[in-house]
């Protein structure tokens, strides 16, 4: 349990399975493991209660990079409690592999690697470098649903 022990340590807390909006179906697994594969489909950030986390909106035009970036970091905590209610114990990731990070932003922005480093720093600070050094994407999007602003998927190998 020494990733969970880090995240108290930092004052973060994982929030429980997404609260989905009202008429919203999602028809999918969150995590699919798979012969020591651990896919994540692409997560938001979420409110403690489950609820998808503001402020929504596009990067460079409503919000800043700094609040993308820390959406990005909600992204890794909202990924990591699916993780841990599939596999009981944080500590079953032996590597994250990659992450695709999409931004919503207009079309003249170019920061997306500033943004999703908010979701790569805290993996790293949590996994370290042997562990937590991944393959990564930072790619802008038109738009993304509910309005987020970050969206991330991963896939991580498991013991």
Request: aromatic letters at 6%.
């Amino acid at each position: 349990m020494q990733i969970e022990e880090q995240l108290a340590n930092m004052g973060l807390q994982l929030p429980p399975p997404i609260k989905a909006p009202a008429g919203v179906k999602l028809p999918f697994s969150f995590v699919r493991v798979y012969d020591g594969l651990a896919y994540i489909s692409g997560h938001g950030p979420q409110n403690g209660d489950g609820s998808l986390a503001g402020p929504f909106g596009k990067v460079g035009v409503d919000l800043s990079v700094e609040q993308g970036y820390e959406a990005a970091k909600l992204v890794a905590l909202s990924m990591l409690g699916s993780l841990k209610r599939e596999l009981g114990d944080l500590d079953r990731v032996s590597a994250w592999l990659s992450a695709h990070g999409m931004v919503n932003c207009g079309p003249d922005f170019a920061q997306q690697p500033a943004v999703i480093n908010g979701f790569s720093d805290l993996i790293l600070s949590l996994y370290g470098e042997e562990r937590g050094t991944h393959a990564r994407s930072a790619v802008g999007m038109a738009a993304l649903p509910f309005n987020m602003a970050v969206e991330i998927e991963a896939t991580v190998a498991i013991n």
